[in-house]
């Protein structure tokens, strides 16, 4: 009898039922007994390929794992096996470019994710593939710009958020009129003699802006009620609101070099 090629098959079925031990395939199963769910368990965690399905039998998802953690492409499909959306897994968590698609395979949208978080930049489509919206998320900085476009690349809106609060917003029709105008704008002492009202954000450049307030009559003292400067703050002597309680009025954007005006905001601020 041949001792060495014995103990090399024992071996070898013992590594095999010892592979075998540690590693399975889970199912799970909707209400119907329709299965949901299956991947693989490898030393009690799941590795390698997983697999959704829709109650109805077709492919739902699929998505890769080792060690426990999702990680490289997941992809996600119509029921027509058309793909849905493409993301990118580092450590379980979304990093990376994700890609969205309609039912007819139109890529519609891509959006950057770093660490799990949207960060970054993203963009939008109409079905032609002409942009409609682009913009950049920040995480960290808890801000979201946001350019919108007409199909014919014309500009529609700018909208800038902060920790999901509307900062800014201008919308224009598609001849470049605007339609609708929105600025936050704060009320600071820069000294002890003046008080500046200032425009938070704006897109239009520093060097081809400036800014206007036309006062209510009872909020200020004097027959002066329009003031403007360049840039993105006037500033107006604070005896101008002495034994004023509150102050309000209009703030406008305007183009320095035609003096034309690009949106106005009313705005009110109590001053005790």
Sequence with gaps: MNIGFLTRHILILCVLVLFESCTSVEKEYYPSGKIAYEYNIENGKKDGV?????????????????????????????????EKYIANFENNKQDGWTFYYDSLGNLRGKQEFVDGNLDGKFEEYYADGTVMAKGTNSFKGGTKKIYEYFPNGK??????????????????????????AYFTIKLKAEDENQLC????????????????VVFNETSI????????????KVC?????????ETVSGLFCEVFTEDESYHGCNNFSFDLQ
């Design 50 to 82: 997983a697999l959704k399905y829709y109650e109805s039998g077709e492919l739902m998802q699929k998505s890769n794992w080792a060690e426990g953690e999702k990680v490289g492409k997941s992809f996600t499909y119509y029921k027509s096996g058309v």
């Design 155 to 180: 500009p529609k809106r700018f909208v800038y958020e902060r920790n999901d609060s509307l900062i800014y917003l201008k919308s224009l029709d598609e001849t470049g009129d605007i339609t609708n």
């Design 197 to 212: 009202f200032i425009i938070d954000t704006t897109i239009i450049p520093e060097d081809e802006l400036s800014v206007e």
């Design 221 to 232: 003292n004097g027959n002066n009620l329009k003031f403007r400067a360049k840039g993105r």
């Design 236 to 244: 107006v002597a604070k005896d101008k609101f002495k034994d004023k």
